[in-house]
């Protein structure tokens, strides 16, 4: 089951007044496809859409208004329901009762109070989508015309979530891509269930990401180690050649056998490891001792070579 079959599932748990049945009805018929004076027709693909619509129809309706339904099979092997009301009688009937005019709008007089999110719901349930959050966080109404998508962006906006648009081939898109706000426009609709897995998912990839964000961290450190350490050991295998360890102060011989003898260990590493031991800092103050001795004797090979 995809997150937007569960999202559906929620909402449908919480249609359990006659208020809340008008609403979401008025959600999905405003919503559907097509709606003309002789015609109403919604498609879904959603077993759970295809589970509530007929229901909510006889319910608020009963056989006033007659419904066909059609199933169509997909190649992919889902199935596109089709629900028909032609009957130019009950299509004025719920045109009437609805207060939609010829250009379908959202009217205010069909959401009595408290039922704001649940028609909503019913807008979801026909024509929202919402991603795998473990992909992406975004969360989209398709509107059948541009009407009724800056009617919804209205609602929206009220309860306090700020969609954007956009233009698709044959309708128009409100969305959101805000995790916070998706979450909150969840639990409007009244799918909290949805919204607390949607958190589980965002917490497991914040610590994910931080995780990674740390190896990456990590890894770069040991690189750093690594090259500080090879130009270390260059520098004294410069010094070898020349005169040889035997002419350094002991505290940099020493330092200078536990390099050759270590090469990928860390400054911190080489200092607990000396004789005497010293900090970070200290170590690094004697390889730059031996980085100069080194320089000096590379600027005269230089000068050799000159000659």
């Known amino acids: 089951m995809s997150f937007s079959d569960n999202v559906r599932e929620c909402i449908r748990n919480t249609i359990n007044d006659q208020d809340r ?25 959603s077993e759970t859409f295809h589970a509530v619509f007929p229901i909510l129809m006889k319910t608020v309706f009963g056989a006033a208004v007659p419904l066909a339904i059609e199933d169509k099979p997909r190649k992919d092997g889902s199935m596109l329901h089709i629900y028909r009301i032609r009957s130019r009688e009950a299509v004025g009937r719920i045109r009437s009762m609805f207060h939609i005019g010829e250009e379908r709008r959202i009217d205010l007089r069909n959401l009595p109070m408290n039922s704001t999110g649940i028609f909503l719901g019913g807008v ?5 989508t919402i991603t795998d959050p473990e992909k ?9 015309t541009e009407a009724l998508c800056n009617d919804l962006c209205d609602i929206l906006l009220s309860v306090g979530v700020h969609p954007n648009v956009t233009k698709r081939q044959y309708a128009y898109a409100a969305y959101l891509k805000n995790s916070e706000e998706i979450g909150d426009l969840l639990t409007f609709m009244g799918a909290q269930k949805a919204t607390l897995d949607l958190i ?3 917490i497991d990839k914040e610590v994910k990401n931080r995780v ?42 020493e330092l200078a056998e536990l390099r050759l003898d270590n090469p990928h260990l860390s400054l911190q590493d080489i200092g607990e490891m000396l004789e005497k031991p010293i900090g970070r800092s200290g170590v690094n103050h004697r390889f730059r001792k031996l980085s100069a001795i080194a320089a000096q004797y590379r600027e005269e090979e230089c000068h050799g070579q000159g000659k």
């Open 21 to 45: 049945r008008f609403a979401c009805l008025y959600g999905m018929l405003l919503y559907g496809r097509t709606m003309t004076e002789e015609e109403i027709c919604l498609k879904s693909e």
């Open 136 to 144: 992406d966080y975004h969360l989209e109404f398709t509107a059948p």
């Open 200 to 202: 589980d998912i965002k």
């Open 212 to 253: 990674n964000r740390l190896n990456n961290c990590d890894m770069a450190n040991i690189d750093k180690v690594i090259s500080a350490a090879a130009r270390q050991q260059a520098d004294i295998e410069v010094i070898v050649r020349h005169d040889g360890l035997g002419k350094l102060t002991p505290e940099l011989r």
């Open 124 to 128: 979801f349930l026909i024509c929202g």
